[in-house]
């Protein structure tokens, strides 16, 4: 009896302990799933805001065509500006006249090419950039033209074979992450003639590392061009590398030659080759395709001509603004400008280009306007399988989309995105990953994240950090549109009470930013909601403000400058083409005054100009044109130091 006894109380502390461990492992999957829920949403915001970043800078191109329509008028009054938004210069860069009086001094400590390359070259600049070396100017200019020369021999679309002891490993965005690019390598071995890679754009911007990137790849391209492909991706673009970072970082590194080595950038980007095929199979691009993505077309086009998504077609010289406008579909055949000719794509080229370069893929049937990047299109499950069909293909591979595990596969398994650039928004947001396809087409995917002392943090910590720089780059996006948001509330609040409903709120907040974001989830972290569940909308403004210059201007003022700076400072950077970094008074009145005619932004010429003169600090009739645009930053009530904003996208 006393056996059963304790028979039964071992069983019954059994029961009790395998519940005990059912509720803890019940509670810590719910845990464990609102914290993914929470990273989700923070990706979303991260992902929102940077779409909407490309999207006024696609926005830009309509710019450019409003500057065409004017174009009589701008080639009489500003010549010089039109030769830098149109190509108007010679194409083909004089090497002699980049590198012929560049000296690399005996005092130079940092890494030495010898050319032509030998097999010592790659890991020799690789431990170099470990170092944080930095290459000189004059081996720079050399690498770009060697590569250049390459480049304008291969065609648009490059055809790579894997073999039964040849794999192929297939990268994505490196967007300037060095550490990933080395941590590639690391796993997957350096590119040789026996280890093929095919890297597909983006290796540029928001990074800090992006001309190392671009020198490891250069180097590795001219020692194993057969064996390894770079495609262009967006952001090869010059008119993206001044919003997004890489201008600034290459005029920062070299201060004496970094106009020289951007120019030359300048055309390496217009050469790079548009698409890969394996093994006729796979179709490798940046972005995507659309419903008349032609790649007959794509074979023929002279894709040197492409300078930027940014700069639409343009007409011949003599033609009018209407006469383009009716026959915007005919293949312009170039202008002449002071008796030189400059040549562009037709209006149908420049849109295969562009789709190739900026489309994204979406579960819903059909081809429709990529909505969110402004540029491109999306492209849905018909349009993949119909494309696979015609050319006889398996799959699509592509990258331009962050994903959290590095990869995804849509569309049936019919298309693979691949994105390289761990840690992309934000230390511990997303993995990084590669896929290495082998003989008859099978694939495998390889993840890997950078990890740094606060990617060892538990998964709490690593997900309130992630939410608060989302919520962080959020408010600077509502506070940039805070009088366009108070006029909408007020709209909904008909009693005049200071409060409205959740949905009114939501409603709101949609409309004005348009970020497609789950607003009702996010209130906690913007609002203040009363018990009654009715919102106070002013308390969006609580803890963030704007930074005024001057006092005595409209806050108005002070959000529209704020809300269109990356735009103002790109079109600062065409006009500044000796990168001096400054601009006359009278520049930047005639640059605001197209500027705000086009966009319709309607401030006081008076307010401006007293901005302007007060930036003017020396009184030289002049100012520092990126000094004025960092007068404007974000400041939050809850940070220990203020710091400039930084766009986030």
Known sequence: MGCNSSSSVGVKKSTQAIRAAMIIQNWYRGYSARLKIRQRYALTIFQSIEYAGEQCQLQLSNFFSFLLENYANMQEN????????????????????????????????????RFPLNSTA??????????????????????????????????????????????????????????????????????????????????????????????????SFLLYGDDLCLNRGNHEDFLMNIRYGFTKEVLSKYKIHG???????????????LCTIIDDEILIMHGGISESTDLNLLHKIERHKMKSVLIPPIPLEGDSAADFKKNKARKTQGMRINGSPDEHLSKQEWEQVTDLLWSDPRGKRGCYPNTSRGGGCYFGPD????????????????????????????????????????????????????VRVGFNTTLQFFQYQV?????????????????????????????????????????????KSGK???????????NVLGLNLPWRSLSSHLVLTNEDGYID??????????QKPVKEVQSAVIETLYRYRSDLQIIFNVVDSDHSGLISMEEFHSMWKLFSSHYHVYIEDSQVDELAKRMDLNKDGSIDFNEFLKAFYVVHKLDKTEQPNTDPA
């Open 78 to 113: 500003d010549p010089a500006l039109v030769n830098r938004l149109f190509g108007c210069t010679p194409h083909d860069k004089v090497r002699q006249d980049y590198i012929g009086l560049i000296e690399v001094p005996e005092s130079y400590s940092g890494p030495r090419l």
């Open 122 to 219: 790659l890991p020799t600049l690789i431990e170099a950039f470990k170092k944080q070396e930095i290459l000189h100017a004059y081996y720079v200019l050399v690498v770009l033209f060697e590569t250049k020369e390459v480049l304008k021999q291969m065609p648009n679309i490059v055809r790579i074979r894997t073999g039964p002891t040849k794999d192929i490993t297939v990268c994505g965005d490196l967007h300037g992450q060095l550490e990933d690019l080395l941590l590639i390598f690391s796993k997957n071995g350096l590119p040789s003639g026996y280890n093929s890679y095919v890297f597909n754009g983006d290796f540029v911007d928001r990074g800090k590392n992006s001309i190392e990137i671009l020198m490891i790849l250069f180097v």
């Open 259 to 273: 106009k020289k080595i951007l120019e030359v950038l300048e055309e390496v980007f217009s050469w790079l080759p």
């Open 383 to 434: 349009v993949t399988a119909n494309f696979l069909s015609k050319y006889h293909m398996k799959l699509l591979i592509r990258s331009h989309e962050c994903k959290p595990e590095g990869y995804d596969i849509s569309h049936d398994g019919k298309v693979v995105t691949v994105f390289s650039a761990s840690n992309y928004y934000e230390e511990g947001s997303n993995r990084g990953a590669y």
């Open 451 to 495: 990890t740094n002392a606060t990617c060892l943090r538990p998964l709490h910590q690593r997900v309130n950090t992630i939410e608060s720089s989302a919520i962080r780059i959020l408010k600077e996006r509502i506070i940039s549109r805070k009088t366009d948001l108070i006029h909408a509330f007020q709209l909904q609040d008909h009693n």
């Open 500 to 510: 409205i409903s959740m949905g009114q709120w939501a409603f709101s907040m949609e």
């Open 537 to 546: 909308y002013m308390s969006c403004f609580n803890d963030i403000h704007i």
